[in-house]
């Protein structure tokens, strides 16, 4: 598999930027296009094999200012993702967590990508009663992670795959929160995930495999031990 064209939303999170990383230097890629508010600064150029293209656009409007660039993606890489603090609002929370995740789906589906790679989180859940009390945000976000996935699947790709981390080691961009969590949680590597889903695309999918396939946190922890292995998704 050769000559690919990936698209990365969220390029400049932890997650997208180990994506870009990887992915400029694995020759299944011809192109990498990163799509977000901002390049991503500091992309190794010793070892890049694949072209890097930065789109900088208005996520607000990405589904007119993002079109050419998401034009003969193969697949999309959505790493999108904040939290209510960053945010500043719950409302603002849902924005880049729902609304610009399903904007992503909804392009990626109108330029004929045929796989979509989506970064959700433990726990998603659509169904869960949830407000916007700040109290209560361990549910918002779950619900609002599923919905978001729901979105992308709603698109009806080829192939959709949905990853959904717990605790994430986000090396130097850990949050401060986050950083006693590590010690007492399991989690993975932002730079094993991003390796994980790099796999999961390339390998292609068994005979009468379903479109969409879940990674839960336990598969994929498995698979970030076992270098070369791609992990099963749940049933």
Known sequence: MTGLVAVVVGATGAVGEALVHQAVKNAAFSRVVTIGRRPLEGVPVEGRVAELVQKQVSMDNMEVEAKDAFAGADVVFCALGTTRKVAGSAAAFKK????????????????????????????????????????????????????????????GFQRTSIFRPGMLDRGDKTRQGEKLFLKLAPSLDVRDLARIMLLDTLTAPAAGAAAVARFEMGELRKAAKAAEQPPKPTA
């Open 96 to 155: 880049v967590d729902f609304e610009y995740v399903a904007a992503s789906a909804r392009l990626a589906k109108e330029c004929g990508a045929a796989h979509f790679s989506l970064v959700s989180a433990q726990g998603a859940n659509a169904r869960v009663p949830a407000n916007d009390l700040g109290l209560f945000h361990g549910l918002l976000y779950a619900k609002t992670k599923g919905l978001a996935e729901e979105a992308v699947v709603g698109q």
